[in-house]
Structures are given as C-alpha cells and as structure tokens.
C-alpha cells in the first residue's frame, strides 16, 4: 500500500458515527478523505469541514456532508498533512498554501490528528520554509520585517505569477537554518501587520501519525 493511504487510512480510525470532522488539504489528506467518503457511503453519519476549496470539492465528490464555517463551534477531529514535524508535535505547515484556514480550524478543533510521511520527521524544525501567508499591499515592507527575523523570504510564484490562496493573499517561504523556538518565532512573525498568519503550527497536533519505511506505523 502506498505510505500516504496508510497512513490516511489509519487516521481515518478517528472518526466516529455522529462527529464533526475538520478535512484537511494536501496529497497525504486526500487518502483520508478517500477513505472517510467511503465510510459515508456504507453509512457513516458526520458532517466535514474542509480546510481549503479544494477539499471542498473532493468531499463534495464523495458526498461527504458539509458544515459552512459560519455554523461551525467546535470540531471533534480534524485530520491533515504536515511538511515537517519535530518529537513534540511541532509543525510547519502550508506547502498547499491552505495554512490560514488549516489553522483556523485546528484552533477550534478537540482532536488533532497528523499525518505524514516519515520523511518530514527532524529533530529540529527548519528543513521546511516556513510559509507566511502576506497582505499582498506593502508586500516588500513585510518581507523586509520577516527577513529581520533571521530566514531568507521568497514570494512563492507559479507560471511566473504570485499564488494567491483562497483568502486572496500572497505566501512567502520563509527559509531558517533551524527553528529551536517555535511558538515564540510564530508570535514575532505574526506581530508584523502585513502578516495574515504562519505556518508554524506549534503545541496544536495530539498525535503524529507516519510510517517506517517497511509498511509499518510509528505514531507521536
């Protein structure tokens, strides 16, 4: 089996008759979501939230019954991707550019299940570029202040062409040797004004789940 579906498909374990569950974005997500789509199929009751219009549109794809944010309280699991990990559960997040509404939902969720591949495993965070998720006015001044903080800013671009993400913003991958400080460097960046959010996502994931490289699993 391919070591995303494993690991999708374990975390989907979660999910129980009756939840609301936070989908998140990314290849390593999408198994999980392909594996909950077809839980509802055989009779599954929960209501999903996605974490990006993308995911949107693939539980739609599934008839995977959806809750608009503005409904949403409290979320009971919500699964999803990371692109580095560290022992403590300290992640980054955002190499889908979906890190904003990702975190919004991880921050009213109870349960937070991560799942990725044993790769984005480091002893210490860094080997990831923090993506940043930036007003597009001033772009260059925020830049200039996220560089102060010590990494080398890049705006993302496709085709020659800033990506936007789906709140109509820019990213900047944020590049720093190592990351000892998580949650303090993720509170410097989002004092900068023109910063909409960050991709650290520190102290928020209760479980980690990835593979050995010998289909087998190693949980966090």
Request: charged share 25%; hydrophobic share 40%; proline share 4%.
């Given at each position: 089996m391919n070591p995303k579906q494993l690991v999708g498909e374990e975390a989907a374990?979660?999910?129980?008759?009756?939840?609301?569950?936070?989908?998140?974005?990314?290849?390593?997500?999408?198994?999980?979501?392909?594996?909950?789509?077809?839980?509802?199929?055989?009779?599954?009751?929960?209501?999903?939230?996605?974490?990006?219009?993308?995911?949107?549109?693939?539980a739609k794809s599934l008839n995977i019954p959806l809750l608009a944010i503005e409904d949403v309280k409290r979320i009971d699991v919500t699964i999803d991707g990371a692109d580095e990990f560290d022992p403590q559960k300290n992640l980054i997040k955002g190499g889908g550019a979906a890190l904003l509404r990702e975190k919004i939902i991880a921050s009213v969720t109870d349960f937070y299940v991560i799942i990725a591949d044993a790769a984005k495993g480091s002893e210490v965070l860094g080997s990831f570029a923090v993506p940043v998720e930036i007003t597009p006015f001033a772009k260059e001044i925020t830049m200039a202040q996220l560089k102060a903080l010590g990494c080398q800013p890049v705006?993302?671009?496709?085709?020659?062409?800033?990506?936007?993400?789906?709140?109509?913003?820019?990213?900047?991958?944020?590049?720093?040797?190592?990351?000892?400080?998580?949650?303090?460097?993720?509170?410097?960046?989002?004092?900068?004004?023109g910063v909409v959010e960050n991709g650290i996502f520190a102290g928020m994931a209760n479980v980690v789940i990835s593979e050995d490289g010998n289909g087998g699993l190693l949980s966090l």
């Open positions: 374990k979660y999910v129980k008759n009756g939840m609301v569950i936070g989908l998140g974005t990314g290849s390593t997500a999408f198994f999980a979501i392909q594996k909950i789509g077809e839980l509802v199929k055989n009779g599954l009751q929960i209501k999903g939230v996605p974490t990006s219009k993308a995911t949107e549109e693939l705006l993302r671009v496709k085709d020659g062409q800033a990506v936007v993400t789906d709140n109509q913003n820019y990213i900047a991958d944020c590049k720093f040797e190592r990351i000892d400080e998580p949650a303090k460097l993720a509170a410097k960046m989002n004092a900068i004004p």
